[in-house]
């Protein structure tokens, strides 16, 4: 098991996606750490600091929302999964629907990886707000959060 960091790591939709704005003003204000890893310039070099971060961050607030298809965020639920569960991290995952409509391939990845993640025993969200607060939650229960 690997020590864990207490951050919380802010994986998910990025391209233009503006929804880490809102969550990290939160996480500031109620004293909490995170992880953000949008970055002007992506390099490969990233890659090694996010898959460090997934595996060793206490949360992982993971956010699909319906801008884009998600595919790639899609995929990493699965390395989140297994990283919590072998390192004894929280995932919280956020789902939204695609504007596609139910049977668009993005809408029919994302029943699939619900799916999966509700029989595991994981809430899947649709609103983040609710899994902020839940993220809060954690830290305050720990101990870790500098604001009552």
Same mark, same amino acid.
């Given at each position: /098991?690997?020590?864990?960091?207490?951050?919380?790591?802010?994986?998910?939709?990025?391209?233009?996606?503006?929804? *880490?704005?809102?969550? /990290?003003? *939160?996480?500031?204000?109620?004293?909490?750490?995170?992880? =953000?890893?949008?970055?002007?310039?992506?390099?490969?070099?990233?890659?090694?600091?996010?898959?460090?971060?997934?595996?060793?961050?206490?949360?992982?607030?993971?956010?699909?929302?319906?801008? $884009?298809?998600?595919?790639?965020?899609?995929?990493?639920?699965?390395? +989140?999964?297994? $990283?919590?569960?072998? =390192?004894?991290?929280?995932?919280?995952?956020?789902?939204?629907?695609?504007?596609?409509?139910? *049977?668009?391939?993005? =809408? *029919?990845?994302?029943?699939?990886?619900? +799916?999966?993640?509700?029989? +595991?025993? /994981?809430?899947?969200?649709?609103?983040?707000?609710?899994?902020?607060?839940? +993220?809060?939650?954690?830290?305050?229960?720990?101990?870790?959060?500098? =604001?009552?």
């Amino acid at each position: /098991m690997a020590k864990l960091q207490e951050v919380v790591g802010l994986f998910g939709t990025a391209g233009e996606s503006t929804w *880490r704005d809102a969550v /990290m003003a *939160r996480l500031e204000t109620a004293g909490i750490v995170y992880f =953000n890893p949008v970055v002007p310039e992506w390099t490969p070099a990233h890659a090694e600091i996010e898959s460090k971060h997934l595996a060793s961050d206490r949360v992982i607030l993971l956010v699909i929302t319906g801008e $884009s298809e998600s595919y790639g965020s899609l995929a990493e639920t699965g390395w +989140a999964a297994l $990283s919590a569960a072998k =390192n004894g991290q929280t995932v919280l995952l956020v789902i939204q629907d695609y504007p596609d409509g139910p *049977r668009s391939t993005a =809408n *029919r990845a994302r029943a699939l990886v619900r +799916a999966h993640a509700e029989k +595991a025993g /994981m809430t899947v969200y649709t609103d983040i707000d609710t899994a902020v607060t839940a +993220a809060i939650q954690i830290f305050k229960t720990l101990g870790f959060s500098e =604001n009552p």
